[in-house]
């Protein structure tokens, strides 16, 4: 996580974030024509990239401490930080696709986990469970309330339905560097942490699990798998805490119309 202090970002900061966001939401709107039985995660890595290049921005996370691809791929068990292989994605598995860009200095940061063909029904369960834990934490993103408010909202949610939220790894500020304070955790308690002001930028991440909390890291250095092996889901957005009512910068809707989500 990077150090310094948290930022308030102009409006014409907050424009160019949200230029980046929604590129983002482009991007994965690509990956979704995509995602079926057979498809590996190398090709979605390579259409994202060619899009994002094509748009005049480059990937946020290839080079990233080393990150070798645009995307972080996980597939089922796998939490986060996956690395887009030549694997054929199976029907029934999900693949959280985590994507960054970079454009005219500044980040943007979204993810979505798509399902593969048919999937069970309680992880079908999972992922929207998810997807509400981070719609509850996004609305909490707004002047007067607390760091802790966010993790609160998204823990509550989560574990009323016997899931596991993932501690080690957290949601976090965003602008011209893509991790910078203050960190963003998916749990927490209602008051507690740092106060939130107008104009900051925060990238909002549930990691949720279906069964434990507890995580590991698979030897290639960057994946985080859950330590049961059961499934996990994550959803990503940028959002800017304002008075009242939060501004969320990227969107879903062009992977839903892609996906045919009705809404
Ligand atoms: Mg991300
Ligand atoms: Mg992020």
Request: hydrophobic share 40%; proline share 4%; with cysteine.
């Amino acid at each position: 996580m990077a150090r310094g202090r948290i930022q308030v970002r102009t409006e014409s900061e907050i424009d160019l974030l949200r230029a980046s966001s929604l590129l983002v939401g482009r991007t994965l709107a690509e990956v979704a024509k995509l995602i079926r039985p057979g498809v590996s995660t190398e090709d979605l890595d390579q259409v994202a990239e060619t899009f994002i290049r094509d748009h005049g921005a480059v990937p946020g996370f290839k080079g990233y401490n080393g990150f070798p691809a645009t995307l972080c791929t996980s597939v089922n068990h796998h939490v986060v930080h996956g690395i887009p292989n030549g694997d054929p994605l199976q029907e029934g598995d999900i693949v959280s696709v985590d994507c960054g860009v970079l454009m005219e200095g500044y980040y943007g940061d979204s993810a979505y986990t798509f399902m593969v063909g048919e999937v069970k029904p309680e992880v079908r369960r999972l992922l929207e469970v998810t997807q509400e834990c981070l719609d509850d934490a996004v609305a909490e993103a707004i002047v007067g309330n607390r760091i802790g408010d966010i993790g609160w909202a998204c823990q509550a949610h989560a574990e009323a339905s016997g899931y596991g939220v993932v501690r080690e790894l957290v949601g976090h500020g965003l602008g011209t560097h893509l991790h910078e304070p203050p960190e963003v955790p998916n749990y927490g308690r209602r008051g507690n942490g740092v106060k939130l002001q107008a104009g900051m930028v925060l990238a909002i991440e549930p990691m949720i699990n279906l069964g434990r909390k507890e995580v590991v890291q698979e030897d290639d250095g960057w994946t985080i798998a859950t330590a049961d092996g059961l499934p996990s889901a994550h959803f990503e957005h940028d959002v800017v805490v304002r008075e009242g009512k939060v501004e969320v910068l990227s969107t879903f809707k062009w992977i839903e119309e892609a996906l045919g989500v009705v809404r």
